[in-house]
């Protein structure tokens, strides 16, 4: 009866009384309890949800009286004290949290296969991953088993495994969604950020938690527009930037044919397309992954076994520091707190973190260069499409699908990756990404765009 119900549609229905908000939720649970043992994208599912529109949190995002794992064994004992900002918004907005999500350990990840508590798989193919690090939310939108998701986007945490689920996820403008209960990772980078089944879903649920928050002091007092009257308005006459950048070396040739297509729709349209140089696009990876890594290690320096989470017996308090947070990270948060650790030291500080931290500015400087003509900037989400489990090797593999979403959040940007076809991989269909940014806080522009492609296609 709801299989493909989208939020729209169920806000639509509940308010003709057509059904009960009860009845909405009880069966979204049941198809939970059905389908999770097969993709885990839920660690944990609150069979008293409350009714209301049934939607997933990734388990990053604090729900008092609830776990918060992170996707980490350092935190599988911790119960949120508190609701996050976001989890009020969306319950003032009439929704029901059916669980938590599952996620790559403490948002680290590419792919979501670096759970603590196993792989996301994904449910359009069982055998490839379901990307990261909001690998859960992802999944539970694309195999039906939420109406919509919250996950977090520091490099491409939504965009990349939307792109590869068939999912729509939005960045919001860095300040626009209050970080209030969100464990932090990179606090420059992060932002909470929804995942739904198409466009118009994704403006409902940015007019949910958008906003200033005074517990959040970077979010920004601007007024938040009402997303959904971009909805329809025409392109005629918008300005597309399309970086030659972005159609180098990695890139799948399928993936290069269907964002092509996607770009000839946008001129069919009455966009203008224009060819614009990124030049700093080379060096953004790099910068990312030392500010990143570096913050990582601030921020995580609190889960030392001692005031909450994982704790091991030592024979010292060192010792205790160093059991518990070896046994409790995995492999990839190690690497980044070590790597982190190294360029914030003395004698490196200046050669690495300072040196990511001017490139950073150079970056935004070409971003703002060229939205001062253009409104946005088209290209491929991901370089390739999903991955089967266990085929990515190599760390700096993982690292390399990040390179088209990571400018978006080193640059405070807005985001959205929406699907513009399919590909064949051994014989399956795997959807790609078309992602579209715009200028800070220009969000209506990527949800108009947006829009516009995708009810001009299939």
């Known amino acids: 009866m709801f299989k493909g119900l989208t939020l729209k549609k169920a806000q639509e229905i509940l308010s003709r009384k057509e059904v009960s908000g009860e009845e909405l939720t009880q069966y979204f649970l049941k198809r939970t309890y059905e389908l999770n043992p097969k993709f885990n994208a839920y660690l944990s599912i609150f069979e008293n949800a409350p009714g209301g529109l049934p939607c997933a949190v990734k388990d990053l995002i604090m729900v008092e009286g609830e776990k918060c794992t992170g996707g980490s064994k350092i935190l599988e004992n911790y119960i949120a004290s508190y609701d996050a900002t976001v989890v009020k918004k969306i319950r003032a907005s009439g929704s029901s949290i059916l669980g938590k999500t599952n996620m790559d350990d403490s948002a680290m990840g590419t792919t979501g296969e670096n759970s603590a508590y196993g792989p996301t798989l994904n449910p359009l193919d069982h055998t490839r991953v379901a990307g ?3 690998s859960g939310s992802v999944a539970a939108v694309a195999a039906d088993m939420a109406l919509f998701a919250l996950g977090s986007e520091t490099g491409g945490s939504v965009r990349l495994p939307a792109s590869w689920t068939g999912t729509v996820g939005v ?79 990695g890139l799948d040739p399928q993936v290069e044919t269907f964002i092509k297509n996607a770009i000839k729709k946008l001129e069919e349209l009455g966009a203008k397309i224009s060819e614009v140089s990124l030049p700093m696009t080379d060096y953004a990876l790099a910068t990312y992954y030392i500010i990143t890594p570096s913050e990582v290690s601030t921020n ?43 360029a914030l030291s003395a ?26 003509d253009h409104d946005v ?12 489990i266990g085929e990515f090797k190599d760390p700096l593999q993982f690292y390399l699908a990040d390179v088209y979403t990571v400018q978006a959040n080193l640059a405070g940007l807005c985001g959205i990756s929406v699907p513009c076809g399919f590909g064949e991989l051994d014989g399956v269909k795997l959807p790609i990404g078309l992602q579209i940014m715009a200028d800070r806080f220009q969000e209506e522009k990527i949800f108009q765009t947006a829009f516009a492609y995708e009810q001009s296609t299939r």
């Open 347 to 372: 004698g490196y500080y200046d050669a690495y973190y300072k040196k990511a931290q001017q490139v950073r500015t150079l970056i935004c400087r070409d971003f703002d260069r060229v939205f001062h």
């Open 171 to 249: 960045k919001p403008s860095y300040g626009r969604v209050s970080r209030h209960g969100l464990i932090p990772l990179t606090s420059s980078l992060d932002q909470v950020a929804p995942v739904t089944k198409n466009v118009e879903d994704a403006a409902i649920v940015m007019n949910m938690i958008s906003g200033h928050d005074a517990l959040d002091s970077t979010t920004s007092p601007k007024p938040v527009p009402d997303y959904t009257a971009s909805l329809g308005k025409s392109i005629k006459g918008l300005r597309v930037a399309v970086p030659k950048e972005f159609f180098g070396e």
């Open 300 to 342: 995580l320096a609190r889960l030392d076994g001692i005031r909450y989470g994982y704790s091991a017996e030592g024979r010292n308090l060192l010792e205790v520091y160093e059991k518990s947070r070896s046994q409790g990270f995995g492999r990839e948060v190690q690497r980044r707190i070590m790597i982190g650790t190294f």
């Open 377 to 388: 900037i088209v290209g491929p989400t991901s370089p390739v499409m999903a991955p089967k």
């Open 132 to 134: 990261g690090s909001s």
